[in-house]
């Protein structure tokens, strides 16, 4: 049973790398084939961990969309450039977007990374592993009849209404990205079943302007959303500080079956798109943290996610290795990367590779603000917490 226990599986398809608006488009899945092979140079991904995911089924996807947006989704699918632009429904649909365009087969793209993460869902769920990870995943801006911020379908919503549905679990979701899960808080805010807990960059500045302290849920799920939408050039300390202070209170009301959580890795103060200024440091701790609390709570069933992340040279590779590594209790410390790896991507890379695993000391960034940011997040932190405090008492 030990030996199960322990048992991670890696969800992936070369087909993934497909869904693909263009090529100046932020959302580049390259970086799934950059994390994929630092790991196995690294010798931390064995074939016998991979599994291929299916295209989820119509069925699965009405789980968490409705069945007229998967139609038009799937309409738009197969229209030629000329038709697409004679189609007026599209932008209806947050689809023909600047952030998220229609491009050729994208139902069948989109519903194959769904199908990732229910597999993940169903491989816990059934006693064939503890651990799942599908980086493809964490589409977490999708509503349930609209596409929004680089999301067709979201594949944690469907996940974890499969996991309601099927297994009538409790499900606690976790998102680290810098920007607000909502499309996931949405289709849950009146579920008791389902706490979503999101920390991201305050939406005064960033995309979807959503995940205020107020947002808690609402009718019988009122008390099970918690969100912490700290301040633009947060570093590690208080991100830390923040997400295990809010993560020990969120277990101590709510016992969850199982852990979902979104791993968008954009945080990072290398990423173009976002202001936060953590460290590897924090892609470190916050999936060691998640992992613990998965052991204790949810005998281990824990299903992770990628999400965003658009440095994806010198972050994502290195932040999402580190999640599976975590997974798999292999040791994360300091060390050089494979010169076969930085070898084999230097010379398409537009800037320099990082040596390491993790962060140099000399490249954090100096932030004029930090205490004054540290208190805004201990305050925040604070009212955000108020309310479970008070069920605890």
Same mark, same amino acid.
């Given at each position: 049973?030990?030996?199960?226990?322990?048992?991670?599986?890696y969800?992936?398809?070369?087909?993934?790398? /497909?869904?693909?608006?263009?090529? &100046?488009?932020?959302?580049?899945?390259k %970086?799934?084939?950059l994390?994929?092979?630092l790991?196995?140079?690294?010798?931390h991904?064995?074939?016998?961990?991979?599994?291929?995911?299916k295209?989820?089924s119509?069925?699965?996807?009405?789980?968490a969309?409705?069945?007229p947006?998967?139609e038009?989704?799937?309409k738009?699918?197969g229209?030629s +450039?000329k038709?697409?632009?004679m189609e007026k429904?599209?932008?209806h649909?947050?689809?023909g977007?600047e952030d998220?365009?229609?491009?050729n087969?994208?139902?069948?793209?989109?519903?194959t990374i769904v199908? &990732?993460t229910?597999?993940g869902?169903?491989l816990?769920?059934?006693?064939?592993?503890?651990?799942?990870?599908?980086?493809a995943?964490?589409?977490?801006?999708?509503l349930?009849?609209k596409a929004?911020?680089?999301?067709?379908?979201n594949?944690? $919503?469907v @996940?974890i209404?499969y996991?309601?549905?099927?297994?009538? @679990?409790?499900?606690?979701?976790?998102d680290?990205?810098?920007?607000? &899960?909502?499309g996931?808080q949405w289709?849950?805010y009146?579920?008791?079943?389902?706490?979503?807990f999101?920390?991201?960059?305050t939406?005064?500045?960033?995309?979807p302007?959503?995940?205020?302290i107020t =947002?808690?849920g609402?009718?019988?799920?009122?008390?099970y959303?918690?969100?912490l939408?700290?301040?633009?050039f947060?570093? /590690?300390?208080s991100?830390?500080?923040?997400f =295990?202070?809010?993560?020990?209170?969120v277990?101590?009301?709510?016992?969850?079956d199982?852990?979902?959580?979104?791993h968008?890795c954009?945080?990072?103060?290398?990423?173009p798109?976002t202001?936060?200024s953590t460290s590897?440091?924090?892609?470190?701790?916050a999936?060691?943290?998640?992992?613990?609390?998965?052991?204790?709570?949810? =005998?281990?069933?824990?299903?992770?996610?990628?999400? &965003?992340?658009?440095d994806?040279?010198r972050?994502?590779p %290195?932040?999402w290795?580190?999640?599976?590594m975590v997974? +798999?209790?292999?040791?994360?410390?300091?060390?050089?990367?494979p010169k076969?790896w930085? =070898?084999a991507?230097?010379?398409v890379a537009?800037?320099?590779?990082?040596?390491?695993?993790?962060?140099?000391?000399? $490249?954090f960034?100096v932030i004029? %603000?930090?205490?004054e940011?540290?208190?805004? +997040?201990?305050f925040?932190?604070?009212?955000?917490?108020g309310y479970?405090k008070?069920q605890m008492k």
């Amino acid at each position: 049973m030990e030996a199960l226990k322990k048992k991670a599986i890696y969800i992936h398809s070369d087909n993934y790398l /497909d869904y693909h608006f263009h090529d &100046g488009h932020p959302f580049n899945q390259k %970086r799934l084939s950059l994390t994929k092979d630092l790991l196995e140079k690294m010798n931390h991904l064995r074939p016998e961990q991979i599994m291929a995911p299916k295209m989820a089924s119509d069925h699965e996807l009405i789980l968490a969309h409705s069945a007229p947006y998967v139609e038009i989704v799937k309409k738009l699918s197969g229209l030629s +450039n000329k038709e697409l632009a004679m189609e007026k429904t599209a932008l209806h649909y947050g689809l023909g977007s600047e952030d998220t365009p229609v491009f050729n087969n994208m139902h069948e793209k989109a519903a194959t990374i769904v199908g &990732g993460t229910l597999l993940g869902a169903e491989l816990i769920m059934e006693g064939q592993a503890s651990y799942v990870l599908n980086l493809a995943g964490g589409l977490h801006h999708a509503l349930t009849s609209k596409a929004a911020g680089f999301c067709i379908y979201n594949d944690c $919503s469907v @996940a974890i209404s499969y996991l309601k549905e099927k297994y009538h @679990a409790k499900v606690l979701y976790i998102d680290i990205d810098a920007h607000h &899960g909502d499309g996931v808080q949405w289709a849950f805010y009146h579920d008791p079943q389902v706490f979503t807990f999101s920390i991201h960059e305050t939406g005064r500045y960033l995309f979807p302007g959503t995940g205020h302290i107020t =947002e808690r849920g609402d009718g019988e799920g009122y008390g099970y959303s918690l969100n912490l939408p700290i301040d633009a050039f947060t570093q /590690d300390e208080s991100w830390l500080s923040c997400f =295990e202070e809010a993560l020990h209170h969120v277990l101590q009301i709510f016992k969850p079956d199982i852990i979902v959580s979104q791993h968008g890795c954009d945080a990072h103060f290398h990423d173009p798109l976002t202001h936060l200024s953590t460290s590897m440091k924090t892609f470190v701790k916050a999936p060691t943290l998640i992992k613990a609390v998965a052991d204790k709570y949810c =005998e281990g069933r824990w299903l992770a996610t990628g999400g &965003g992340g658009y440095d994806i040279w010198r972050v994502v590779p %290195r932040a999402w290795s580190i999640l599976w590594m975590v997974m +798999n209790d292999i040791p994360v410390t300091q060390q050089e990367l494979p010169k076969e790896w930085l =070898e084999a991507w230097q010379s398409v890379a537009p800037v320099d590779l990082p040596s390491h695993l993790l962060d140099e000391d000399d $490249s954090f960034p100096v932030i004029p %603000r930090k205490q004054e940011i540290e208190k805004y +997040n201990e305050f925040i932190t604070e009212k955000a917490l108020g309310y479970i405090k008070n069920q605890m008492k």
